[in-house]
């Protein structure tokens, strides 16, 4: 079993920059890919980022490529999503979760996160 636990949302204006944390306990997260979704009014489960369990592939959404980044620190057991030039439409509920490889699928996923509020004001 994995328990994952997402930090760092909150209230940010257009343009600034958020960093959200995924931390792991109960089992090792090294052997597990690691995905960031997000869940607004219109989509109920929208991939944003994933990355291998080694961190060597990462796979982003169009509407985030080149603004959010994903890591991890496995010796932390900690997955991040530095996200930069926030926009009103990033605003949602983060969730991370955890899988055998980083699929953009979310029904892949095995367990996951109680999501964070991000909101980006204009």
């Known amino acids: 079993q994995v328990q994952l636990v997402e930090s760092g949302g909150g209230l940010v204006q257009a343009g600034d920059s958020l960093r959200l944390s995924c931390a792991a306990s109960?089992?090792?997260?090294?052997?597990?890919?690691m995905g960031w979704f997000r869940r607004t009014p219109v989509k109920e489960r929208e991939f944003v980022a994933a990355?291998?369990?080694?961190?060597?592939?990462?796979v982003y959404a169009d509407s985030v490529k080149g603004r959010f980044t994903i890591s991890r620190d496995n010796a932390k057991i900690t997955v991040y999503l530095q996200m930069s030039s926030l926009k009103p439409e990033d605003t949602a509920v983060y969730y991370c979760?955890?899988?055998?490889?980083?699929?953009?699928?979310?029904?892949?996923?095995?367990?996951w996160g109680q999501g964070i509020q991000v909101t980006v004001s204009s």
């Open positions: 979760a955890a899988a055998s490889n980083p699929y953009r699928d979310p029904t892949w996923y095995t367990y």
């Open positions: 109960g089992r090792t997260l090294s052997s597990y890919a």
């Open positions: 990355i291998s369990w080694a961190g060597s592939n990462t």
